[in-house]
């Protein structure tokens, strides 16, 4: 039985909804089913419940899904706007952006396996953050699309370009990020953005392949085996350059104001 919120301190969380299910923990992004965008609201909420989760090596798969009509519609513009608003200089900006590295990061060190189930629409910081998962299941109706380009931004949210390189190639991530094409679930499949596709109706039990043997797996080996995974990944490149991409963003957008 899914327990709501037994798991975490008891405050009150509005932007996301955190479950568990025995060693599994289901973290809902868009509870209200309102909007759609990864504001700072969800950024706090994430990083706080990432940064609890250290504490309980307990769980041992993390599912991020969206009660919403769509997965994730990308990172809240407005926010974007009214913080240049605020502080011409960027350093606002900065500090949003700042909090998107740390979730993605966080995603990428956390002893649990990482899990993103996906349906609706996956657009621009969406598609960021489900790549740093470490398995990827979509509905055969999701739609993708990277248009930071198209909307005068660099594709600079949380310092994603080089895990979405690393995750489906150079190649096609370069002609995504510079065309702003939408694609469909197959080709996210093909490009191995998505691991798993699956009917809307039978996603979660899609998931649910995943997660039953992951719980029984040792604990130890996960963690490590995740660790190296993510050493080699990134092994071809020289030096990490994600922690400028805060910096490159609010650059730009100080240029376009």
């Known amino acids: 039985m899914i327990e709501p919120n037994r798991f975490f301190s008891a405050q009150p969380r509005k932007a996301v909804l955190v479950e568990q299910d025995g060693a599994v923990l289901h973290v809902r992004l868009n509870p209200t089913a309102g909007d759609d965008t990864l504001s700072v609201a969800v950024l706090d909420d994430l990083i706080a419940v990432l940064d609890e989760l250290h504490d309980h090596p307990g769980i041992r798969v ?17 926010e974007f706007r009214a913080a240049m608003a605020a502080d011409p200089t960027g350093a606002a900006l900065r500090r949003i952006a700042d909090k998107a590295h740390r979730v993605c990061q966080a995603l990428e060190s956390t002893h649990a396996v990482t899990i993103a189930q996906l349906h609706g629409r996956v657009i621009g910081a969406g598609l960021a953050l489900a790549a740093y998962c470490d398995l990827r299941a ?8 990277m248009p930071e380009v198209g909307v005068g931004l660099p594709p600079a949210w949380g310092g994603a370009m080089g895990r979405l390189v690393s995750e489906a190639g150079a190649a096609r991530i370069r002609e995504l990020m510079l065309t702003c094409d939408t694609f469909d679930a197959a080709t996210a499949h093909r490009l191995a953005l ?32 995740r660790r190296m995974l993510a050493a080699y990944s990134r092994a071809d490149r020289t030096a990490d350059i994600t922690l400028l991409d805060a910096h490159l963003l609010a650059a730009q957008v100080v240029r376009a104001h």
Not at 69 to 74: P, V, Y
Not at 200 to 224: I, Q
């Open 62 to 78: 993390l599912v991020l899904s969206s009660m919403g009509a769509d997965f994730c519609l990308g990172a809240d513009r407005t």
């Open 194 to 225: 998505l691991h798993k596709v699956a009917p809307a109706e039978a996603l979660e039990r899609t998931v649910a392949t995943w997660t039953r043997p992951l719980v029984r797996r040792s604990p130890e080996a996960l963690l490590t085996t």
């Open 138 to 145: 979509g509905a055969d109706t999701c739609t993708f699309r």
